[in-house]
């Protein structure tokens, strides 16, 4: 059973930078999978950050790719997620993913429990 | 980006009812749509990949088809666990946008 866990601050000052890490247990961050980060704002939607691969390689939402960078730590079998010059906006429940493939299909199987971070001066 | 869109945006319904919500996305995207069931303070659960393929432990009475730009996710004889809000997400293309959500409560 594959089991996600974020991490981090809960409260990051305006114009500050979020980081955030997702510790993954039961199965390796080795594997041919992408690890996702998605968020959501308290009481709305959800919106996808982007995705990392065991490698490295990445792909970003465009919305917030000057500010994201995500890495892997396969010593520490965790992901990382950065957000830089936060405003109000970035408020909201970070969750960490993993994505597999079922059959050509990309899918968010396992899902972290999120975190909360919320951005204040 | 692949704009989501989900109607109706919230639903009320009863006990052993059959309900469906309805996604379309603003381009064609095969069958690459997945949806996701949301419960207040927890994560998403995937339900349905690749449009209508039920995800391992899911119940059989939630259902899903459609392809191109029209998908539905039906749920036959509802039970009281099924009251939740509803997430469909393209994965045809990046960025995987997901649709508004359809809450559905109790009536």
């Known amino acids: 059973q594959v089991r996600l866990q974020e991490s981090g601050p809960g409260l990051v000052k305006t114009s500050g930078t979020l980081s955030l890490t997702c510790i993954v247990s039961g199965g390796s961050i080795r594997s041919n999978n992408w690890w996702s980060w998605v968020r959501q704002p308290p009481g709305k939607g959800l919106e996808w950050i982007g995705e990392i691969d065991h490698s490295g390689s990445t792909n970003y939402n465009p919305s917030l790719s000057s500010r994201v960078t995500m890495s892997v730590d396969k010593s520490k079998n965790q992901l990382s997620l950065t957000l830089t010059s936060v405003t109000a906006a970035d408020t909201a429940v970070y969750y960490c993913?993993?994505?597999?493939?079922?059959?050509?299909?990309?899918?968010?199987?396992?899902w972290g429990q999120g975190i909360l971070v919320t951005v204040s001066s | 980006d692949i704009q989501m869109t989900q109607s109706p945006s919230s639903l009320s319904a009863s006990v052993g009812d059959r309900v469906t919500i309805t996604c379309r996305a603003s381009?064609?995207?095969?069958?690459?749509l997945n949806w996701y069931q949301q419960k207040p303070g927890k994560a998403p659960k995937l339900l349905m990949y690749?449009?209508?393929s039920l995800q391992s432990g899911v119940p059989s009475r939630f259902s899903g088809s459609g392809s191109g730009t029209h998908f539905t996710l039906t749920i036959t004889s509802l039970q009281p666990e099924d009251f939740a809000t509803y997430y469909c997400q393209q994965s045809y293309s990046s960025p995987r946008t997901f649709g508004q959500g359809t809450k559905l409560d109790i009536k």
């Open positions: 381009q064609g995207i095969d069958r690459y």
């Open positions: 993913a993993r994505d597999l493939m079922g059959g050509n299909y990309l899918l968010s199987d396992y």
């Open positions: 690749a449009a209508s």
